[in-house]
């Protein structure tokens, strides 16, 4: 509607300027009049240019817009993610050190637990070799069921019982347990790395008032038993007195019940227990 009104208003003019103007200015003013109208369209093409480039731009807005939103949400998982990994890793070094320390302790058990292993080889060799020996020395004793060798665990018991070695109520070592003693003194001699502990138990019967004098109980009579052995061994058998240790046990560790004579008699003893020397 505006384009024929100002288009009928231009023939007007165009009319009312020809019937009052000469020609030359009339051709002057409808060349101005047909540029006008070139340089309005020509702006309107541009409007029409640069709406469409304004449509483009805004449809190229919205998109960067929207893949901004996907960058913004896709940097958002990446930290999330990153931020796990880090967790994660950091969980992974610390189960990596410890299992390298795990390792490290797995390793020295096992080179602990290697040589101790070698070392209860040797005993155990060492022990067999004494144990052989004794036997060898001892047979007719041993035949006679008068004394034991036992090997319990990484330890050898030589068992005497106190008649081979003691008088009845006595603690003095008789001529019999002497020799006996000395003969198993040259096996220990050799043996070095063994420690030598000495347990004297005794029955259950109380003693006899001329013994109390000098032992007020069992325990002091076992005890006393067991030194004058260890002393024997020292002084005539000429083993290393730092090997040499005592105990007494009374009749707290019987073998056998002390309600039967043969129970008691195995209850009276000496043992000598042969032991890795620490």
């Known amino acids: 509607m505006a ?3 100002f288009f009928t208003t231009a023939c007007l003019v165009g009319i009312l300027v020809a019937a009052c103007v000469p020609a030359p200015r009339y051709m002057a003013a409808k060349s101005d009049l047909e540029k006008a109208q070139q340089d309005r ?3 309107e093409q ?3 240019a640069l709406k469409h480039e304004l449509e483009e731009a805004e449809q190229k807005r919205q998109w960067a817009e929207s893949e901004l939103g996907n960058c913004q949400a896709l940097q958002a998982n990446y930290r999330k993610e990153l931020k796990e990994r880090q967790a994660q890793c950091a969980y992974l070094k610390k189960i990596n ?3 390298l320390e795990n390792s490290i302790n797995l390793r020295r058990e096992l080179k602990k637990k290697k040589s101790v292993i070698a070392l209860q080889e040797r005993v155990i060799r060492l022990l067999d070799d004494t144990r052989k020996t004794i036997e060898t020395s001892l047979k007719d004793q041993i035949a006679a069921q008068q004394i034991e060798v036992v090997e319990v665990e990484d330890k050898l018991k ?4 106190d008649r081979l070695l003691f008088d009845s109520g006595s603690a003095e070592i008789n001529p019999k347990g002497r020799k006996l003693l000395l003969m198993v003194a040259g096996t220990l001699r050799g043996s070095r790395n063994q420690s030598i502990v000495i347990e004297g138990h005794t029955d259950n019967a109380p003693l006899r008032p001329k013994l109390r004098k000098r032992f007020p109980s069992n325990w002091e009579l076992s005890t006393a038993r067991a030194c004058a052995v260890a002393r024997f061994l020292q002084t005539h058998g000429g083993v290393q007195p730092q090997r040499l240790s005592v105990r007494g046990y009374s009749y707290f560790r019987p073998v056998a019940s002390n309600k039967t004579a043969e129970g008691r008699r195995q209850n009276r003893r000496i043992e000598i227990v042969l032991g890795n020397f620490q």
């Open 97 to 99: 050190q410890q299992l």
């Open 41 to 43: 369209r020509t702006a």
């Open 46 to 48: 541009r409007a029409e």
């Open 3 to 5: 384009h024929k009104f």
């Open 158 to 161: 030589v068992i005497f019982i």
